[in-house]
């Protein structure tokens, strides 16, 4: 299943685009995924969400969820 | 969520003038007795011998408002807060300016205080926004939070 992930912050940046299109099934699989495309995220601890939450294991993707892969926040 | 969910976001930095309108807004509450007010400024730190101009504030907009609600919900319960209010800079904020503003509101000062000061630390760690820091040769790198 093709699903669009939104991407914020420096993530944003390091894609050059809002959202990415990939084909994962579970938030494991994103951040693997992830992990493949930015290396630069291998020092980095980010956080996904799924509708608008933020998941504390791996969790099953389905269609029409809004994910997100949220790197440290640095509001304030 | 029983609360309905706020705007705290606001573009540009935040006015002086803006926080005397919030404070004088509240002379009517007369159940009052005491205002706590955090303001966060844009300091100039220096990395590397370049020195900060601006941070340059983003967000995913409708999550932090959200967990702003959960918050807000939370503290209003946990110090019989008669009101808060949260207010957010997004955009470039040059250093000196206001980039937060947080303003809690209790019959007595202590509960004030307390919630003033637990809100500013959960929502620098719960509100999914981010600062780039902008330096003086218009190179940037995105800023990281500090422990209170």
Not at chain 1, 2 to 8: D, E, G, N, P
Not at chain 1, 12 to 36: F, H, N, S, Y
Not at chain 2, 11 to 34: L, V
Request: proline share 4%; charged share 20%.
């Amino acid at each position: 299943m093709a699903v669009k992930i939104h991407l914020y912050g420096m993530l944003k940046q390091m894609a050059g685009a809002p959202t990415i299109m990939t084909e994962v099934t579970d938030t494991d699989g994103l951040i693997k995924e992830m992990a493949v495309r930015f290396p630069a995220l291998e020092n980095l601890t980010c956080l996904v969400a799924v509708d608008r939450l933020v998941i504390g294991s791996n969790t099953p993707i389905r269609e029409g969820q809004e994910i997100a892969l949220l790197p440290p926040y640095s509001g304030g | 969520m029983n609360q309905k969910i706020k705007n705290i976001f606001v573009t540009g930095a935040i006015s002086p003038a803006f926080i005397g309108e919030k404070i004088a807004a509240h002379q009517s509450k007369t159940a009052i007795g005491g205002h706590s007010i955090f303001l966060g400024q844009v300091r100039a730190d220096s990395r590397t011998n370049k020195k900060v101009v601006a941070i340059e504030y983003t967000s995913y907009e409708q999550m932090a408002l959200e967990q702003m609600t959960v918050i807000r919900e939370k503290m209003i319960e946990k110090y019989s807060l008669t009101c808060m209010h949260v207010y957010h800079a997004l955009g470039r904020i040059n250093t000196g300016e206001i980039c937060l503003f947080v303003f809690t509101s209790a019959p007595h000062r202590k509960a004030a205080i307390d919630a003033c000061s637990e809100t500013v630390e959960r929502l620098k760690s719960d509100l999914p926004i981010w600062g780039q820091e902008i330096f003086e040769d218009d190179s940037f790198q995105w800023k990281i939070n500090q422990p209170a």
